[in-house]
């Protein structure tokens, strides 16, 4: 049977008025559920479920996963803040508990671009159900939580009290307000954790483009020595040349590289380090 795209909305208990708009993938619909493992695939600042590479990735994957629109993006209602990353978290929590009661499923691996990496390195680290998991993809995830604003923002801040960010998401104009406080909550969110509070039995895959002008990719070096001295857990860093935060133009590349790290861990063949696989016709 091939594989099923369904559409799920999920009732948000702590917001009523919205709810969390969904996609969930089956690789075997017509196989029970209970206990079967899941991906959860997170997406990052102002990008919805099926941007960049994670529909993509969706699709080929060889496990049943599910991407969501977190609260105030494309799909799913309410109003986006920039610093409300706590609010992403009640979200993903929302989102985890419904897929567990109504479909049994355990989620095992979670795949996270930048906001939603931070995100992802939370909910791994502070909940029973992430601890569980066996498996992170960190995509261009921020460790230095210093201000994203620029002169633009200050300039802004400090002639209306507010700045407004013309974006487009899902090929749609979206006007998004980030406010002086949304950048202080921003700012203050702690990803130190990571250090000794993230499970020492998940393996992570950390992938970063050497050409990201929104987060350094030296913060994918933090995470990397932040995370391999775990055991058995595992961390291997893959940093692609002339790419930048969101993969521009490399999109079908970031799902190769996980896909080929996700089937060596399934044969047990990781160890921590850089990931070097295909990277020799390349030189």
């Known amino acids: 049977m091939t594989q099923l795209s369904t559409k799920l909305s999920i009732p948000h208990q ?16 017509d196989q029970p559920t209970s206990g079967r493992k899941l991906a959860l695939i997170l997406h990052g600042t102002l990008g919805h479920k099926d ?7 969706a699709l080929r ?27 992403d978290i009640e ?18 691996l979670v795949v ?9 390195f939370h909910w791994i680290s502070h909940y029973p159900d992430g601890r569980s998991v066996s498996a992170f993809v960190n995509a261009s995830g921020r460790y230095r939580m210093q201000s994203p604003a620029g002169q633009v923002w200050k300039s802004s801040f400090n002639a ?10 899902a090929r749609k104009a979206v006007t998004a307000r980030i406010h002086p406080t949304d950048v202080e909550q921003f700012v203050s969110w702690d990803t130190s954790f990571v250090w000794d509070k993230f499970p020492s039995t998940v393996d992570v895959f950390t992938l970063h483009g050497l050409s990201d002008n929104t987060v350094p990719p030296y913060d994918a ?3 990397a020595r932040a995370l ?43 160890t921590s380090g850089l990931w070097l696989q295909g990277i020799r016709g390349k030189l």
């Not at 209306?160 to 998401?169: A, F, L, M, S």
């Open 14 to 29: 702590a917001a009523p008025e919205l709810s969390i708009v969904g996609v969930l993938e089956q690789v075997a619909p």
């Open 51 to 57: 941007y960049l590479f994670l529909k993509r990735l």
């Open 61 to 87: 994957l060889p496990i049943d996963s599910f991407r969501f629109d977190f609260r105030g993006n494309h799909e799913t209602g309410g109003t986006w803040k920039q610093g409300a990353i706590h609010e």
């Open 91 to 108: 979200d993903l929590l929302l989102v985890v508990e419904h897929l567990k009661k109504t479909y049994g499923y355990v989620v095992d």
């Open 112 to 120: 996270g671009h930048s906001r939603g990496s931070i995100v992802g």
């Open 160 to 169: 209306k009290g507010y700045h407004e960010w013309q974006v487009t998401v």
């Open 221 to 223: 070096v933090i995470y």
């Open 228 to 270: 391999s001295s775990r055991t058995p857990g595992t961390h291997t860093l893959h940093l692609m040349e002339d790419a930048d935060h969101n993969f521009t133009g490399r999109q079908d590349e970031v799902v190769d590289v996980i896909l080929d790290w996700w089937e060596t861990r399934s044969r047990g063949g990781l």
